[in-house]
């Protein structure tokens, strides 16, 4: 859901939809806890041994100040058992402090690794839900709140041992002084009720207005030149920015909670204290306690009333949770399922059955037929936004289609297993990225490795070995030190598709020459018809590059209006219209 959308739902459907995803989100919070370790068992026991020693020694240090007073014997032991205990907490706080980081370091890098591989896995398909931007947030700011969650959780139970442990330690000093104590906790409890209702979402919306600018930001800076061209700055900075009206309303009702808590916590805490206080200043004037007894008695009225320490971890679960939650969106979204067969023998035969592709609720392609011959080159052609480029992207299962279905060879693309799939299919993009350590990295970059000698020859095919050869170490040029033009860096692609292409039956160009000049597209194109003979599908936007090959597909209307040869086409105008600018 888009930040937009965010702030257009009614509160209460916001509050439904929190709940519903709630669940599989505290799922993933105890799947992170597992994935920690024994680094979570630690914090559990350096924190346990810390609440403990905070919870004894003002019993401690109470029995010291009678002991001292009456003068009698012992003092020396009970100063050394208080520095025991002071020593016990000072040293459960730093060992939880070492194992609280490495916990949350485990925790992290489990759920950026399952995130990671998963987003990968649901591949082009996750633009539907959530832009590139937003994926890129939740992968780094939802992974770090969420992976913190083991280890605040296990902090937030055992800093409930002092504050438990309190009313108990003033029972025993006195009864009267547990019952003045119990009179505040109601309030107390309410406080804390209300905030961790509300942290939560809070927190999401927050992070959700974060993800929308970082999506604004990405697609700003891919298209930095064109801003900049245009002189627009000032109005994309706004358009970027335009989400942190939310962002600024989520973080004020996040830290008004805060303030509010706090403030009320400010008013109820001095209270109780004051109440517990005294009574047992009116209990050591009855000579029921003793003066070290009400030094224990105003020490546990603080820690049994030590709100702010329960806070500061329940605001910690409260981001973790709201980071799940997000992590949790994106999980949601199914990766592709592969089969199990392999291909019959076979050179490429490409079918497309009845195939219909929905894209925010309108019908792109509709119920399409198309059959290419194994071993054939054919073109696809069409205006803009006929669905040329989808088709590609469901011919080699980039995409599956909402009804319908996709073959190569006879086999359901569904069928095929990942590796098989791939191996069977090679691309190239109009736009491609390159992968890779180096230039030669790049065209290798692939799940197979090709022969050696390939990497060579298909640069020569794609017209890219003279300008790598010119490079200071040729081949191995790393690729951050390579300034590429669009022409270069389209010849890398086609080179890396060209090394692949012999163990593939399907070779899919898409656009993947639209920046060559002419001469450059020639010599390409000749090394495509002739040097190769899988089955060729090129998406088509130059006339010139329809009339090389030897087939068409003409698309219009999500539909294949007309197959045929470039020359039996051309007589049709409205053919010809498709390769004219859009007035």
């Not at 033009?485 to 399907?506: D, K, M, N």
């Not at 329809?546 to 068409?552: K, L, P, Q, T």
């Amino acid at each position: 859901m888009s930040i937009m959308e965010v702030i257009r739902v009614p509160r209460s459907k916001r509050v439904s939809d929190d709940r519903r995803r709630r669940r599989p989100a505290e799922r993933l919070l105890g799947q992170a806890a597992l994935r920690s370790g024994g680094w979570v068992a630690l914090v559990a026991v350096s924190a346990l041994a810390e609440a403990v020693g905070t919870l004894v020694l003002p019993a401690v240090l109470g029995r010291g100040v009678d002991i001292a007073l009456k003068g009698g014997a012992g003092s020396g032991w009970w100063a050394a058992g208080t520095a025991g205990v002071i020593a016990v907490v000072a040293a459960g706080d730093a060992l939880g402090q070492f194992a609280t980081g490495a916990s949350g370091a485990r925790g992290t890098a489990w759920l950026r690794r399952l995130l990671c591989r998963h987003v990968l896995a649901v591949g082009p398909r996750l633009d539907r839900s959530f832009p590139a931007g937003d994926a890129v947030s939740r992968l780094v700011g939802g992974t770090t709140d969420a992976g913190a969650a083991p280890a605040a959780a296990v902090a937030a139970v055992t800093s409930t041992v002092p504050a438990l442990g309190a009313p108990v330690a003033l029972a025993l000093i006195d009864p009267w002084l547990a019952l003045a104590f119990a009179a505040g906790l109601p309030p107390l409890a309410l406080v804390l009720r209300a905030f961790v209702r509300h942290t939560s979402s809070r927190a999401v919306r927050y992070r959700q207005a974060q993800g929308a600018i970082a999506a604004r930001l990405l697609d700003a800076i891919a298209g930095a030149r064109t801003i900049a061209a245009a002189g627009t700055v000032e109005r994309e900075s706004a358009r970027v920015l335009a989400p942190m009206d939310e962002l600024r309303a989520a973080g004020l009702a996040t830290w008004q909670t805060v303030r509010r808590v706090m403030a009320q916590g400010a008013l109820l805490v001095p209270l109780l204290q004051a109440v517990v206080l005294g009574v047992g200043g009116l209990e050591l004037a009855a000579g029921r306690i003793s003066p070290g007894g009400l030094l224990a008695a105003s020490q546990y009225a603080v820690l049994g009333s030590g709100i702010g320490v329960l806070i500061a971890y329940l605001g910690q679960l409260g981001r973790a949770r709201a980071g799940a939650m997000r992590i949790a969106d994106v999980l949601a979204v199914p990766a592709m399922d592969h089969g199990r067969r392999a291909l019959p023998a076979g050179r490429g035969a490409l079918e497309l059955r009845a195939v219909t592709v929905r894209q925010t609720g309108q019908v792109v392609l509709d119920r399409l037929d198309l059959v290419v011959p194994a071993g054939a080159i054919v073109a696809v052609v069409g205006r803009s936004g006929a669905g040329k480029s989808l088709l590609a992207a469901l011919a080699g299962r980039l995409l599956d289609p909402d009804e319908g279905e996709v073959l190569i060879d006879g086999v359901p693309l569904r069928e095929l297993g990942r590796g098989e799939l791939r191996r069977a299919v090679q691309y190239a993009f109009a736009r491609p990225a390159l992968l890779g350590d180096s230039i030669g990295g790049a065209i290798r970059f692939g799940g197979t490795v090709p022969a050696p000698g390939l990497v060579e020859a298909a640069a020569r095919a794609a017209c890219a070995d003279s300008f790598i050869r010119r490079l200071p170490n040729g081949y191995e040029t790393p690729l951050g030190e390579v300034p590429m033009s669009g022409g270069e860096v389209q010849r890398i692609g086609l080179a890396r598709a060209f090394a692949h292409a012999p163990g593939a039956r399907l070779l899919i160009l898409d656009d993947a020459t639209s920046s060559l000049d002419t001469v450059t597209e020639m010599q390409v194109t000749r090394a495509l018809t002739e040097q190769l003979d899988q089955t060729r599908l090129v998406i088509a936007h130059r006339a010139a590059t329809a009339a090389r090959a030897g087939w068409v597909a003409w698309l219009d209307a999500g539909r294949v209006r007309a197959c045929g040869s470039h020359r039996e086409l051309w007589t049709d105008p409205e053919y010809r219209a498709t390769f004219e600018p859009t007035r």
